[in-house]
């Protein structure tokens, strides 16, 4: 029984590790830059904007159109959406900004 518990510690603390690995880092540059500091949740990620730029760590492989949508309906437009696998296009950007405040 205790060897059992310790084995599943083990994994849940391997698990933990892997999906946290798991997240890219987002970034967005604002066409208007906030003039203070600001933090947003958005789905369940955390977003922190600073100055025309802002960042958050998204378990998603590439940036969509939906997700840029989300995030500008809470901090505005966007000049660029991206992450380290790709960015959107102009015409996303477009379609993105259409969601923004």
């Known amino acids: 029984m205790l060897r059992t518990l310790a084995l599943s510690t083990i994994a849940l603390t391997f698990a933990g590790a892997a999906s946290a690995s798991t997240a890219t880092v987002f970034t967005a540059k ?3 830059p906030k ?3 600001t933090q947003v949740v958005v789905g369940k990620y955390l977003w922190s904007c600073e100055g025309d730029t802002c960042t ?3 378990k998603r492989k590439k940036p969509t159109v939906r ?4 995030v500008a309906q809470e901090v505005g437009k966007f ?3 991206q992450n ?3 960015a959107l296009t102009e015409e996303q950007l477009e379609s993105c900004n259409s969601a923004a405040k």
């Open 56 to 58: 958050a760590e998204l």
């Open 67 to 70: 997700t840029c949508q989300k």
């Open 79 to 81: 000049v660029s959406f």
């Open 35 to 37: 003039e203070a500091a």
């Open 84 to 86: 380290k696998n790709g």
């Open 30 to 32: 604002l066409e208007t």
